[in-house]
């Protein structure tokens, strides 16, 4: 009853946030054990996971994503990507390990905005080495970070299509990089919230279509605004199981 489905990759707010990932780890593992999905992911700030969570759930994850949109301190305070004291670039290299040794793929989401945009991170992201570095133009979404109120505030940290180039350009020796434009990420990914409703984001802001617990999956995909040709094109489909994934673990 998956209709099809191969993949699915749980994020927030922040996932592991609730119950510190007890129930997300359960998700997780019905998906991997009950339904079989090819692909199983989780994307993270990584501030909040123990390793207790690794020992407990890894088995069933096949890629766990950080975000990550700096590699400066200072700059990720600036961004609003603060832990207290301890050291978001600290955490990093310690979830980097963990994924190792428990054999989850490992990789790096950054958004590109106002603040990152002059930042050279070959050498980091290299030594990191990530399966993927998926690299995001910062979008603005009404209601979400647009919208009246926070417009203002998020506006500051959008960049212009060329600007999103140069970065680009300047970290072409980065062979895992897989860029991601505002267009692209518009309409390519199917997304349901916590009521199982598709979200179409077409139009700048997000429309709900009605549940799939009361209509099914073939009446609310209807309304989820899916551009499969530009998921296609944004290589949406990748070797994503890490059973199939060449790993030295
Ligand atoms: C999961 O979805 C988020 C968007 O919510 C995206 O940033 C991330 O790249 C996706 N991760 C994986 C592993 O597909
Ligand atoms: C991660 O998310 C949690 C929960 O929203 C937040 O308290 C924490 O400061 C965030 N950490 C980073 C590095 O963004």
């Not at 919230?193 to 999956?217: A, Q, T």
Request: proline content about 2%.
């Amino acid at each position: 009853f998956t209709r099809g489905m191969e993949k699915i990759n749980f994020s927030g707010g922040e996932p592991f946030l609730h119950e510190r990932g007890e129930f997300l780890g359960k998700m997780v593992q019905y998906c991997k054990v009950d339904l079989q999905l090819p692909s199983v992911s989780i994307v993270s700030n990584g501030s909040m996971i123990k390793e207790k969570w690794f020992q407990k759930y890894g088995d069933y994850l096949d890629i766990l994503a950080i975000s990550c949109d700096s590699f400066n301190e200072e700059t990720n305070q600036l961004i609003g990507r603060t832990q207290g004291r301890k050291s978001h670039l600290d955490s990093l290299y310690k979830i980097r390990s963990w994924c190792q040794q428990y054999k989850v793929a490992f990789k790096i989401n950054s958004v590109i905005n106002t603040f990152n945009i002059d930042e050279d991170m070959t050498d980091q992201i290299q030594q990191l080495d990530p399966v993927r570095w998926k690299v995001f133009q910062c979008l603005l979404i009404d209601g979400e970070n647009a919208g009246e109120t926070a417009l203002r505030e998020a506006e500051k940290f959008v960049i212009s299509d060329q600007q999103f180039q140069e970065f680009l350009g300047r970290h072409s020796r980065v062979s895992c990089l897989v860029p991601e434009s505002n267009e692209k990420m518009r309409n390519s990914y199917l997304i349901l919230d916590e009521y199982m409703r598709f979200l179409d984001c077409r139009d700048g802001s997000k429309h709900p279509s009605r549940s799939i617990l009361d209509v099914g999956v073939k009446e609310a995909i209807c309304f989820s605004g899916f551009d499969e040709k530009m998921f296609f094109q944004r290589g949406g489909k990748y070797v994503w199981s890490k059973a199939d994934m060449k790993l030295e673990w």
